[in-house]
């Protein structure tokens, strides 16, 4: 068996510590970028005003809305990214016949990936996306993932899965901007020296932050359309959420909660990446006991 699984079970683990660490980041992000009106006296004005209006009305488990589906959604995007992301990079590879990629290969294998990605996890993204954007109460029970699912299959239909799935492809381009500003910092640093795992989380930061800076207004308008109600007015396209938002809320709308996402977004490429590293030996160690692989390789490093 190739490392192909070995990467996506490693890229699992570490999407869902990641995930784990930062989920209050992200229910805040998420609930700044679908918020239209910012005058009312629930609104949140920014990040630290949003963490504890969330906190007094609906208590901790506020800031953790939808983490289960976040979870199961993380380990599923990451296992699919990182297993069709290493196919793509192995067969550059054994036809260049080198282990060192090129930027437009870097950027070929992560839309591909990428792609996947979107096509098969994006029900479970917008589910959360309503999970952790709707408001609640600390004294009543929350709607669970698949309660969602069924009124929403029955409310809107199918399609509603799929909504903002245009934006999420658009999308493809932050983890390719995210990979190869990775892989290529990656390959200059090890021509130098061997990389430990500080140098990983440095690498995951600063790659996610390039890329989350650059798309950031397509994320705005995606968690937008995955929230639209059946009787709420939305979004007939990409261009038609950007001129709207910068029609009612001006250009800053296009950024709103994007201090929050941008720290979310860093630490979490830099756990996800650090975690990746230190899991991917025990995911070949898991592997080679399940008879699923042959020990060809030294499982722990020395």
Known sequence: MSD????????????????????????????????KKSNSEEAYKNTADAFVKILAKEGPKGLYSGLSSGVVGIAITNGVYY????????????????????TPESMASGAIAGAAVVLATNPIWTINTRLTTRKGDRNK?????????LRMLNEEGPMSFYAGVRAALVLVINPIIQYTV???????????????????FLLGAISKLAATSITYPYIVVKARMQVKSKDEEG????????????ANEGVGGLYK??????????????????????????????????????????????
């Open 4 to 35: 192909n699984v070995a990467h996506a079970l490693s890229g699992a683990g570490g999407g869902i510590v990641s995930m784990a660490l930062t989920y209050p980041l992200v229910s805040i992000s998420t609930r700044l970028q679908v918020q």
């Open 83 to 102: 297993y069709c992301y290493e196919a793509v990079k192995a067969a550059f590879e054994k036809a260049k016949g080198t282990n060192v990629m090129s």
């Open 141 to 149: 029970p929350s709607e669970g993932f698949f309660q969602t699912a």
């Open 182 to 200: 990775f892989e290529q910092l990656k390959n200059t640093i090890s021509k130098k020296r061997q990389l430990g795992n500080f140098d990983f």
């Open 235 to 246: 979004y007939s396209s990409i261009w038609d959420g950007f001129s709207k938002i910068i």
């Open 257 to 302: 909660g994007i201090s929050s996402k941008i720290v979310q977004s860093v630490l979490t490429a830099a756990f996800l990446f650090m975690a990746k590293e230190a899991l991917f030996d025990w995911a070949v160690w898991v592997l080679v006991l399940a008879g699923a692989r042959k020990a060809k390789v030294q499982v722990v490093k020395a």
